[in-house]
């Protein structure tokens, strides 16, 4: 009896308090520092992607553009033809969730 009176009297502990406190202050301190590492991280992303851009720009380091190639240049050789046909097939009907009987190719160009 004599406990459960102290327990209404006072049924805040300053320990308890210590532990509240230092959790959230624990949590608090760990999401400010998250955000201060996005923040230096976005800043380094953008430097580099202006890097890049600046390097594409500069004509110093483009090499000259090739020809396209047109189809009379370049025969499309398909080694093992029908396992790569029957793998495209299975691939597409995989992906659409239909029978593989259901697909039908009909031309296949490299690009």
Request: charged share 15%; with cysteine; net charge neutral.
């Amino acid at each position: 009896m004599q406990n459960l009176l102290t327990l209404a009297a006072n049924p805040f502990n300053i320990e308890d308090a210590y532990v509240i406190v230092l959790g959230i202050g624990t949590v608090f301190v760990g999401l400010v520092c998250i955000i201060i590492l996005c923040k230096i991280l976005s800043v380094c992303c953008k430097l580099l992607a202006k890097n890049q851009s600046d390097e594409a720009k500069s004509p110093a380091n483009s090499a000259p553009a090739a020809a396209p190639a047109t189809k009379a240049a370049v025969p499309a050789v398909i080694p093992n033809r029908r396992e790569t046909v029957a793998a495209i097939a299975a691939a597409i009907a995989e992906d659409l969730g239909a029978d593989v009987s259901a697909i039908r190719i009909v031309s296949i160009e490299q690009l």
